[in-house]
């Protein structure tokens, strides 16, 4: 094949436009001629797919891939027993320790019997506790009033 013809082959390889058989011709062409090997750089592209063609997988490149079967666990009657046993002992602990009451009589008692009473210590506790929050944003105030004060600069 001479080189004109050779040039256009290729130009339509790449546009995509040739067919199997004018692929074969290129391939033979520069396989059989080292003189155009030399004188079109594409050369190398079309010799490595001939060599490419040449290339086959070995027989253990599928066992490679191959993975092993999971282990399938089956549980017997005797585990799944202990495990039932074992949640109905947390379970009957957890209800006898702490007994459900839905009436919830017990967690709304009085302590006086006397609402005036209880009217009397509620004002006295929240007397001491607005007392300390007092003591306590006046020491704050003095702080910040500390640092409100403008020391004069001398110059």
């Known amino acids: 094949m001479e080189a004109s013809e050779l040039k256009k082959l290729i130009d339509k390889y790449f546009e995509g436009e040739t067919s199997l058989d004018e692929e074969r ?14 004188r079109f750089p594409e050369s190398a592209l079309f ?9 086959h997988p070995s027989k253990d490149l599928a066992a490679q891939f191959v993975q092993p079967e999971a282990k399938v666990r089956h549980m017997n009657f005797g ?11 947390v379970l009957s602990t957890i209800f006898l320790l702490f007994p459900f009451n839905p009436s919830g009589d017990q967690a709304y008692s009085d302590s006086f019997e ?3 009473e209880a009217y009397e210590e509620a004002r006295k506790a929240l ?3 607005g007392g300390k929050m007092n003591h306590g944003r006046s020491g704050a105030a003095n702080k910040i009033q500390k640092f ?5 600069l001398k110059n």
């Open 25 to 38: 011709k290129i391939k033979e062409t520069f396989e059989n001629n080292p003189e155009l090997q030399h």
């Open 47 to 55: 010799l490595a797919l001939v060599a490419e063609k040449e290339v």
């Open 114 to 116: 006397n609402p005036e």
């Open 127 to 129: 007397a001491m506790v």
């Open 79 to 89: 585990t799944t027993l202990k495990w039932a046993a074992s949640i109905v002992i």
């Open 148 to 152: 409100n004060t403008v020391i004069p």
